[in-house]
């Protein structure tokens, strides 16, 4: 007897089409591969979608962050407030800019940092604070206007939350400097690649020089002079610049935003329906302050599911449905441990143990979408 087997479901895909790869072509056509028109092009188009007055592309939303940190003045001395419960980078990069992470509480519902908490870590040396919108659902941003009044400079960790909203307006149109992430697991990406907003002229101003090695005069502005202007370095530089190749992928892969962000929630609203009546299953909050961009979908395994998270996790990749466990918290790392000791988060250490990432992206098919729902919904009302 012939085994029948079952194609795997991915994780996470991205969506490339033949609107990219032409796109490539004609870059790689003129000739002008590293940051260029095609750069200017997407940053222009990025602002006027997130509604920012600026746009600066980089290498990585890492990257943006550690730029965003010098622009709020971050440096040796200075505490940056955010959560632990967060990809590893929002911590990496305050400590790139010299700066020390102090990791705030996260709310057991949104998986967001929790405002009181937020406050309750602030001290004189609070310098700014990053609130992370996780996987795509806004952070409650008015409930962070009490550490604003102290003079602390908001610096929004955006990687994950193209397409979400806050109180019906975009995130990035909130008047902060907002960070964005083009890797693969994002619903538009183009390899790799990171965006920084702001509506502050001088500092978009600056991030344009200090991801070009804080050159006085970019490439292309010396090119289009004929050779006939020369840049000066007055600070510390990096190359955070982004290429042309990559731009071209993300004017297309913004030209097809809505589609896919109107796919996503559809998956998610189905997601929905299948485990929100079963008892034990928390499925993503939906505050009535946010519109969930669903960059990923993430659920609780609260006391009284059939099944822990560790064998749902076993059990889906048996049946090749690939998943992920709940974010890791940076303050248990080893890393993050040895430099500053053991920390305390029971609301960020139980969400991570109990919760779990299915797979959401906008190609995934009601077919495998099924199987997902299937297998988690079995496994989940076992006796
Ligand atoms: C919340 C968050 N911040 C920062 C990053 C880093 O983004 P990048 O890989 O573009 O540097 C990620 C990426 O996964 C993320 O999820």
């Not at 907003?197 to 991030?207: G, I, L, P, S, Y």
């Not at 731009?247 to 892969?253: D, L, S, T």
Request: aromatic share 8%; charged share 20%.
């Amino acid at each position: 007897m012939t085994a029948i087997s079952l194609r795997d479901v991915p994780f996470s895909r991205p969506e490339f089409d033949r609107a990219e790869a032409d796109a490539v072509a004609a870059v790689l056509a003129t000739g002008w591969v590293s940051q260029g028109p095609r750069v200017a092009e997407f940053e222009a188009l990025f602002a006027e979608r997130v509604g920012a007055a600026h746009a600066v592309a980089t290498t990585s939303c890492t990257t943006a962050l550690h730029l965003a940190l010098i622009l709020a003045g971050v440096g040796p001395g200075d505490e940056v407030v955010c959560p632990s419960y967060t990809f590893i980078a929002t911590a990496n990069a305050v400590l790139y800019a010299g700066g020390t992470p102090v990791f705030a509480e996260i709310d057991a519902q949104t998986w967001n940092i929790d405002p009181a908490d937020a406050l309750r870590r602030v001290s004189r040396r609070t310098k700014a604070i990053i609130p992370v919108h996780q996987v795509g659902l806004a952070a409650d941003l008015d409930a962070l206007k009490a550490i604003e009044e102290h003079g602390i400079t908001i610096v929004e960790d955006a990687a994950c939350a193209i397409g979400s909203t806050y109180r019906g307006r975009h995130i990035g149109a909130q008047g902060h400097t907002a960070c964005w992430s083009f890797h693969p697991r994002k619903t538009i990406s183009m390899g790799e690649g990171g965006m920084l907003t702001t509506d502050d002229a001088a500092a978009a101003e600056r991030a344009r020089r200090l991801r070009s090695f804080a050159a006085t005069v970019s490439d292309h502005a010396r090119h289009q002079a004929k050779g006939m202007v020369y840049e000066e370095y007055r600070e510390l530089g990096y190359n955070y610049r982004m290429t042309d190749v990559q731009a071209a992928i993300g004017i297309q892969q913004l030209a097809k935003l809505d589609r896919l962000l109107a796919r996503r929630r559809a998956i998610a609203r189905r997601y929905d329906e299948a485990f929100a009546p079963i008892a034990g299953l928390q499925t993503p909050a939906r505050p009535p302050y946010a519109d969930h961009a669903y960059q990923s979908y993430g659920l609780r395994l609260l006391p009284g599911c059939g099944v822990d998270r560790d064998d749902l996790l076993g059990n889906l990749v048996n049946q090749g449905i690939s998943c992920r466990r709940g974010i890791p918290p940076i303050h248990l790392e080893p890393f993050y441990r040895g430099r500053f000791g053991s920390v305390s988060l029971p609301v960020t250490e139980r969400v991570a143990a109990e919760s779990i990432f299915l797979p959401m992206f906008a190609s995934l098919s009601e077919v495998d979408q099924q199987r997902v729902i299937d297998a988690v919904v079995e496994a989940a009302t076992r006796r």
